[in-house]
């Protein structure tokens, strides 16, 4: 079974469109991440939720909204997509005090 | 100046080489820290985990940090075609962080057969 999985694996979509991404961790883990990994595989944290709670929201545009309906999954809402919004989007997940984070396979988004 | 530096490569090695990645870093409340190795477009799979200074070993794989230079370093032993891949280093700081992961740029990794 897929630990940390992601859907949809591939995304391309026109500027101005709305878009989701959803993660699901089988793992019993209580914090979910979402990185971005760029053009140049620069990988950034962009959210985290500890239990359902927002515990990390780095500086990102707000057209980006997490939302995590349990600790078992953690969705990316993405509005009015932009040509800069292209990347590789990560989920990640964590259980315990171990800081070692487990990823899901990403979401290649292209925004045209 | 990034949080942590990476040199990016690419780096090309013989089969059975020994292969040495580094990282270094600037924030001296890191106490967490990663390797974590990326196949093209795969999701970064985690390699080595090492709580503050030491080293670890697993395998062909060893992992030392020094926090007192503020560096880190990732050994290969009898290195394999099927270790290409790029390899990213990650660390963070305790709990009021969230424990989130500041990564270098990864290092591109080659062993040619």
């Known amino acids: 079974d897929t630990a940390v999985s992601q859907t949809p694996k591939y995304l391309v979509t026109q500027m101005g469109n709305d878009k989701s991404i959803k993660c699901e961790q089988n793992?019993?883990?209580?914090?979910m991440y979402w990185y971005k990994q760029d053009s140049k595989k620069f990988l950034k944290i962009m959210f985290s939720?500890?239990?359902?709670?927002?515990?990390i929201n780095e500086t990102v545009p707000n057209r980006f909204s997490p939302k995590s309906p349990d600790k078992a999954h953690l969705n990316l809402h993405i509005n009015s997509l932009e040509l800069g919004d292209s990347a590789v989007y990560f989920c990640?997940?964590?259980?315990?005090?171990?800081?070692?984070?487990?990823f899901g396979p990403g979401t290649r988004l292209t925004v045209l | 100046q990034k949080e942590v530096e990476q040199d990016p490569g690419p780096l090309s090695v013989p089969e059975g080489a020994i292969v040495s990645l580094n990282c270094t870093y600037s924030?001296?409340?890191?106490?967490?820290f990663m390797w974590y190795r990326q196949y093209s477009r795969k999701g970064p799979e985690l390699l080595m985990y090492t709580y503050s200074s030491g080293n670890k070993e697993d395998g062909r794989f060893t992992a030392q940090v020094d926090k007192s230079s503020k560096y880190i370093s990732l050994f290969i032993r009898d290195s394999q075609p099927s270790d290409s891949a790029t390899y990213l280093c990650?660390?963070?700081?305790?709990?009021?962080?969230?424990?989130?992961?500041?990564f270098g740029k990864g290092t591109s990794l080659l062993v040619t057969p």
């Open positions: 924030n001296s409340a890191f106490q967490y």
């Open positions: 793992l019993g883990h209580d914090t």
């Open positions: 990650a660390m963070s700081q305790i709990s009021n962080s969230g424990y989130a992961l500041n």
């Open positions: 990640a997940s964590r259980g315990g005090t171990s800081n070692t984070q487990y």
């Open positions: 939720y500890n239990n359902k709670e927002l515990i």
